[in-house]
């Protein structure tokens, strides 16, 4: 965790305490300002969470319309 980010992992954490049924990330990738490549966010995300039985992701590709209630979705569109 920096000053301004809570970083893939905490975010998870701080997801996982909010007891949140899906957690949509936003904001990641949106700046090329990083020192890492631009998937190492979302791999970091992906790696917790599969660590964490009720962790689902919600990762639509950019502009794509999602409906929460149709539950996690998850593909690596980014890579």
Not at 7 to 20: D, F, I, Y
Not at 53 to 61: D, E, G, S, T, Y
Request: charged fraction near 20%; proline fraction near 6%.
């Amino acid at each position: 965790m920096d000053r301004y980010s809570l970083g893939p992992e905490h975010a998870l954490r701080a997801h996982l305490v909010l007891r949140g049924a899906l957690l949509l990330p936003l904001r990641w990738g949106t700046f090329n300002m990083a020192f890492h490549s631009w998937t190492e966010s979302m791999g970091r995300l992906q790696a917790a969470a599969a660590l964490q039985v009720p962790a689902a992701l919600l990762l639509p590709r950019p502009g794509q319309r999602m409906d929460v209630e149709d539950g996690a979705y998850s593909a690596e569109w980014w890579r």
